[in-house]
């Protein structure tokens, strides 16, 4: 079972950027894929964007254009660039290693923008 640790989050202003990272305890390339999501308070989680083992890439509707997944094989590491962030944008991210329908779960990090 891999272990999970996202970090980067924090208060940003409207506009601004902020760049997540996500480091595994192991190797994150026996997962079909990694995946960012969010959960902002009273609403359910949701996928942000992801990244399978191939290097090709998802997105929700919304966060197309502004942010962009990346990872690191040889760091056991993926990122969410967040860029032209927004109020509503402000939540708790999460990092998910996925594999078969299974995911394994970081504790989250917070990302709070304000307006």
């Known amino acids: 079972q891999v272990q999970l640790v996202e970090s980067g989050g924090g208060l940003v202003r409207a506009g601004g950027s902020l760049r997540l990272s996500c480091a595994a305890s192991g190797s994150i390339f026996s997962f079909n894929s990694m995946e960012w999501h969010r959960q902002a308070l009273g609403k359910q989680r949701e996928l942000v964007a992801g990244i399978t083992t191939g290097g090709r890439t998802m997105y929700a509707d919304s966060m197309k254009g502004r942010f962009t997944p990346s990872r690191d094989d040889a760091k056991n590491t993926v990122y969410l660039q967040m860029n032209s962030l927004k109020p509503e944008d402000t939540a708790v991210y999460y990092c998910?290693?996925?594999?078969?329908?299974?995911?394994?779960w970081g504790p989250g990090t917070q990302v709070t923008v304000s307006s």
């Open positions: 998910a290693a996925s594999s078969n329908g299974i995911h394994y």
